[in-house]
């Protein structure tokens, strides 16, 4: 069965609303940490991520997952010249002295190093494979296991094969 250009062009509408959409949040995220009163790091990246990590397992900070923690982070955490020390979704390796093995899944072992080494972050990873934000990150997080379909395209991006991915 072939895919008219009806269906090509709306697909592709929708794939161009969700970017956008996803740049405005991005956008907007730049705005509330311009106009607040962000905590400065004058450490490294690499310290920032086990001090947080630190503080989570001590459980002096609230969240779903220690990814959640590091995402949240990277709102409230800004470097001496204003800039956001982390992206959401650790755009840096985690430090070995971290020991945060034990609490991250299967499946962040696999791709954080893979997105560290391309230089991307969650968002660019699901535009490079033609995917939501959401369906990257929820994956990652283990919210949800995505259709094969998608498994194959969050693979293609990152140049595994799919039969790499954990479940």
Do not use: C
Not at 105 to 114: D, G, M, Y
Not at 146 to 157: C, F, G, Q
């Amino acid at each position: 069965m072939s895919v008219s250009i009806k269906d090509r062009h709306l697909d592709w509408f929708t794939q161009m609303r969700q970017r956008e959409s996803e740049l405005e949040h991005e956008r907007r995220l730049a705005q509330v940490r311009a106009q607040s009163h962000a905590l400065v790091w004058k450490g490294t990246p690499s310290e920032l991520i086990a001090t947080i990590t630190r503080w989570f397992k001590l459980g002096w900070i609230e969240a779903e997952s220690l990814q959640d923690a590091l995402d949240r982070a990277s709102i409230h955490f800004v470097g001496p010249d204003g800039k956001a020390i982390t992206k959401p979704a650790v755009s840096v390796p985690i430090p070995e002295n971290a020991q945060v093995s034990e609490t991250t899944n299967p499946r962040q072992r696999l791709v954080i190093p893979l997105l560290d080494n391309k230089g991307w972050s969650i968002l660019t990873w699901a535009n490079e494979a033609g995917v939501a934000y959401h369906t990257a990150s929820d994956y990652l997080t283990g919210i949800r296991t995505p259709r094969r379909s998608t498994i194959v395209k969050l693979a293609d991006a990152l140049g595994i094969s799919p039969n790499l991915f954990p479940k």
